[in-house]
């Protein structure tokens, strides 16, 4: 659906967004993470023409992305980028027909969106008076009225508390199901980590990751925990080879691969260090996303 | 699109309060046009050719527009742009395939062809008043349309430069604070010489439309306002308008 080949912004010497290849397969829910300042926003902007890439090329449904094609792109492309946006002065209702004339969409397609973001009881209300929930859905609503192919979400749940989060993250399942692609940001995992079947993971403008869950585990080796009766000595012994550390009466070692961990076991036997259990380290998918990101020093 | 666009726009002035603002324009020009009606010497001059009594209304009314327009138009081109700065206007139509500069245009047409309406109204409700008190000297149709049709051209590019400011700095105070600056621009240029008042676009050329004026001695003559003037002034200002939002168009959100 989104293919980038060397996506760059820069702003006088400084590179926000570097030599970004994205793919984004057709039909998913694709969850575009990085700590704050990670350039997440720029490059949905590039992708949005709202801001020109410095560099690269983007290709949007199989079609570059250009003045030319803009327009007719755009008419399939729903997004929410910074805050939603509304009239509020006009209500609810007002604000789709806006939305609704600028597009020659047709009244079906405004009521379904209306329905999918539960939003039909509080459309004759003033947006002004909105809490920050329903201007989220109306912008929601907004987006999706237009029956997009793919919609583009900048960080949707900012802001908003736990129920409504979890309303965004149900919502995004729904219209995934529909069969529109979803490219949606966040600076947590934990709030797209359900929701997301492929990650994309930027840090410093740079692409650290990008695959499903499970190649983001497997990239990833979680420590070895040794117990043994000598923590003291076997932590000093090993510490020569293996970044070690003492974790209670368990030795943690990082970064070991499965013939390292053989070696270890080895060596402390030849050492007479009995050895009561070894085992991997059991890795939340935010760890794994914490432990590339501060890799990355970011 | 730019039909639908249009549209919008004037559904988007719905509670904007524009027919406050356009009804002060128009009655305020008015009500201050038609105090020439309790002058000295008026009643006696409604049937007396040499009285010049259209000509003092005209005079009366090109004063107060002078006095208004800057202020009302600037209030006016802020309440157009004020909403797209505080509801991310720019950024839903930019995503809907409405570049920023192409949304300054169908504002323009839409809340210029209010201001064409305004001002319209205003002339056309002084001749009214005119003819309700009984004047029955012949009414002189050249220089009252050449007037309103001259007035339509400099109130539509203050009006264009005033959605230039308000959509370029989103401080609307800053809009605000020109169109205060701009009557006073426009009042000294009644003092100064016609050549000086071309300096002072667009708001020196409210004095340059002026189709009468009175001398020192108190009488009352006609103009002959600058046409090549103020078209030139129309033709600038379009040229302007059109780069200055071409310029909108390529720049990003």
């Known amino acids: 659906m989104i293919i980038t080949h060397d996506l760059g912004k820069t702003y006088g010497n400084r590179a926000v967004v570097d030599g970004l290849d994205l793919r984004v397969p057709e039909g998913c829910v694709y969850g575009f993470l990085g700590p704050n300042g990670s350039g997440k926003s720029t490059t949905m902007k590039m992708l949005l023409s709202l801001v020109r890439p410095t560099s690269g090329e983007i290709h949007i449904m199989g079609r570059p992305m250009r003045r030319s094609t803009r327009r007719e792109l755009l008419g399939h492309i729903g997004s929410l980028i910074e805050s939603p946006p509304a009239y509020g002065h006009l209500t609810g209702r007002e604000n789709m027909r806006l939305v609704q004339r600028l597009l020659d969409l047709t009244d079906n397609q405004v009521t379904q969106a209306v329905r999918t973001v539960r939003l039909r009881d509080h459309l004759e209300k003033k947006v002004r008076d909105y809490s920050l929930g329903m201007k989220q859905r109306l912008g929601l609503a907004m987006a999706l009225a237009r029956e997009p192919r793919l919609l583009i979400l900048d960080e949707p749940t ?59 585990f497997a990239r990833s080796v979680p420590d070895v925990l040794v117990d043994t009766s000598e923590p003291q000595r076997a932590a000093a012994l090993t510490a020569r080879w293996h970044t070690s550390r003492l974790d209670g009466a368990t030795v943690r070692l990082s970064g070991l691969d499965d013939k390292a961990t053989a070696g270890v076991v080895s060596l402390l036997v030849h050492e007479d260090i009995e050895i009561h259990g070894v085992r991997r380290d059991s890795q939340s998918l935010e760890d794994v996303f914490m432990d590339l990101t501060e890799e990355r020093g970011l | 699109m730019m039909g639908r666009a249009v549209a919008n726009e004037f559904a988007k002035m719905r509670r904007l309060r524009v027919t406050p603002v356009v009804f002060v324009m128009v009655a305020g020009v008015l009500a201050v046009s038609c105090v020439e009606f309790t002058a000295s010497g008026f009643v006696e001059s409604m049937g007396d050719p040499a009285g010049k009594p259209w000509q003092r209304l005209l005079a009366s009314m090109s004063f107060s527009v002078l006095m208004l327009s800057p202020i009302l138009l600037a209030v006016l081109a802020s309440r157009q742009v004020d909403i797209e700065h505080q509801g991310n206007g720019w950024l839903l139509s930019r995503t809907s395939g409405l570049a920023p500069g192409y949304l300054c245009r169908v504002k323009f047409v839409a809340a210029g062809a209010v201001v064409v309406a305004a001002t319209v109204a205003q002339s056309g409700l002084v001749f009214a008043g005119g003819a309700l008190v009984g004047i029955t000297v012949v009414f002189p149709a050249g220089q009252w349309l050449g007037y309103t049709a001259l007035l339509v051209v400099v109130n539509l590019v203050l009006f264009a430069l005033h959605l230039l400011l308000s959509a370029r700095v989103e401080n609307q105070l800053l809009g605000m604070g020109v169109g205060v600056l701009g009557v006073f621009f426009a009042v000294i240029s009644t003092g100064l010489p016609q050549w000086l008042s071309h300096f002072l676009p667009p708001w020196g050329y409210y004095e340059l439309i002026k189709p009468v004026e009175y001398r020192e001695d108190g009488s009352l003559v006609s103009l002959a306002p600058s046409y090549v003037s103020v078209l030139a002034l129309g033709a600038a200002g379009g040229v302007l308008f059109l780069l200055v939002t071409r310029q909108f168009d390529r720049r990003e959100v």
Do not use: C, W, Y
């Open chain 1, 158 to 216: 900012n802001g908003l508390d736990p129920a409504g989060i979890e309303e965004i993250r149900r919502l995004l399942t729904k219209v995934a199901d529909d069969g529109t692609t979803v490219m949606v940001s966040s600076h947590l995992l934990g709030e797209i980590d359900r929701t997301a079947t492929v990650l994309g993971i930027l840090g410093n403008g740079r692409m650290l990751f990008q695959g499903t869950r499970d190649e983001l």
